[in-house]
């Protein structure tokens, strides 16, 4: 009597077992594939050989020197006309490899409307900045790729200083990879970083990539470990340190512990067979530049 009372319900309940079994197996193994997609940590750097070039971007607003957006309208994030003019010139420092007219008939087009729709009280600066600009079209046409222009074309540099190109003397590479802060999003900067870049990328024909916020040195410096050498890094000066750091190169002889208080400068890290090296290379792109 016990055992065929018992014989049902012992298989109901081993039933009901077999039946849950799967949907606690398959939550286990949901969870656990969550918290391995969650935590699994990013590739390690290869140690490859590399490239990484990075600069301040162009100059920002101070008292009585405003900056301007694309659109020509006022914008405390965006370069001043002096910015505009370094982010036109800037494609002059990879002059060998880039076609000069081109530069300035295409990639200088975001640094010219940032220099327009002026007020009526900065109509003599702006009318400055497009003779400088007329100047600078002229003098780029008489020149050939190779010679290029070591001075923002049209102006003398500064006394004793070389019109030689940059590029040509300093050996700077032609950057397959480009990043800028970003400027859009939750932890948006400034316009100034990828306004300074975007001539460069459209002379190039290179994507500048925006994907990093200020504060995402780390994750940054590991995306450019593994991109396409040569990398230009624009990003804001007092974060630069951090990237140095990140990419594994602050103790290299001759590298400053902090940016100086210049706008005209290319830092140049080469990595060979996982040894880094550094040089600080003055751009000589507009008059005054060091």
């Given at each position: 009597?016990?055992?065929?009372?018992?014989?049902?319900g012992?298989?109901?309940?081993?039933?009901?077992?077999?039946?849950?079994?799967?949907?606690?197996?398959?939550g286990?193994?949901?969870?656990a594939?969550?918290?391995?997609?969650s935590?699994?940590a990013?590739p390690?750097?290869?140690?490859?050989?590399?490239?990484?070039?990075?600069?301040?971007?162009?100059?920002?607003?101070?008292?009585?020197?405003?900056?301007?957006?694309?659109?020509?309208?006022?914008?405390?994030?965006?370069?001043?006309?002096?910015?505009?003019?370094?982010?036109?010139?800037?494609?002059?420092?990879?002059?060998?490899?880039?076609?000069?007219?081109?530069?300035?008939?295409?990639?200088?087009?975001?640094?010219?409307?940032?220099?327009?729709?002026?007020?009526?009280?900065?109509?003599?600066?702006?009318?400055?900045t497009?003779?400088?600009?007329?100047?600078?079209d002229?003098?780029?046409?008489?020149?050939?790729?190779?010679?290029?222009?070591?001075?923002?074309?049209?102006a003398?540099?500064p006394?004793?200083t070389?019109?030689?190109?940059?590029?040509?003397?300093?050996?700077?590479?032609?950057?397959?990879?480009?990043?800028?802060?970003?400027?859009?999003?939750?932890?948006?900067?400034?316009?100034?970083?990828?306004?300074?870049?975007?001539?460069l990328?459209?002379?190039?024909?290179?994507?500048?990539?925006?994907?990093?916020?200020?504060?995402?040195?780390?994750?940054?410096?590991?995306?450019a470990?593994s991109?396409?050498?040569p990398?230009?890094?624009?990003?804001?000066?007092?974060?630069i340190?951090?990237?140095?750091?990140?990419?594994?190169?602050?103790q290299?002889?001759?590298?400053?512990?902090?940016?100086?208080?210049?706008?005209?400068?290319?830092?140049?890290?080469?990595?060979?067979?996982?040894?880094?090296?550094?040089?600080?290379?003055?751009q000589?792109?507009?008059?005054?530049?060091?």
């Amino acid at each position: 009597m016990t055992r065929a009372h018992d014989g049902p319900g012992r298989r109901t309940v081993l039933l009901s077992l077999a039946l849950a079994a799967p949907v606690v197996a398959a939550g286990c193994g949901g969870s656990a594939g969550e918290h391995s997609a969650s935590t699994a940590a990013p590739p390690a750097d290869s140690g490859r050989d590399t490239t990484i070039m990075i600069i301040r971007h162009g100059e920002k607003p101070s008292s009585g020197d405003p900056g301007f957006d694309e659109a020509g309208k006022q914008d405390k994030k965006s370069l001043t006309r002096q910015g505009w003019e370094r982010s036109r010139a800037l494609p002059r420092l990879f002059a060998h490899t880039v076609n000069t007219a081109g530069v300035e008939g295409a990639a200088g087009v975001a640094g010219t409307a940032g220099t327009a729709g002026v007020d009526a009280a900065s109509t003599a600066g702006a009318a400055g900045t497009a003779a400088s600009a007329e100047a600078a079209d002229r003098a780029s046409a008489e020149r050939t790729v190779t010679a290029g222009a070591g001075a923002a074309a049209g102006a003398s540099g500064p006394s004793g200083t070389s019109n030689r190109p940059a590029a040509a003397s300093a050996g700077l590479p032609r950057p397959a990879t480009l990043y800028a802060a970003a400027d859009l999003g939750p932890h948006a900067g400034a316009h100034r970083m990828r306004q300074t870049v975007t001539p460069l990328g459209e002379a190039l024909h290179v994507r500048v990539n925006t994907e990093f916020a200020e504060g995402s040195e780390k994750e940054l410096a590991a995306a450019a470990l593994s991109a396409a050498s040569p990398v230009l890094i624009c990003w804001e000066h007092s974060r630069i340190p951090p990237i140095v750091d990140a990419l594994g190169a602050a103790q290299v002889a001759g590298v400053p512990e902090e940016w100086p208080d210049r706008f005209d400068l290319v830092w140049v890290f080469t990595r060979r067979s996982g040894r880094w090296t550094f040089r600080s290379v003055p751009q000589h792109l507009l008059p005054g530049d060091a």
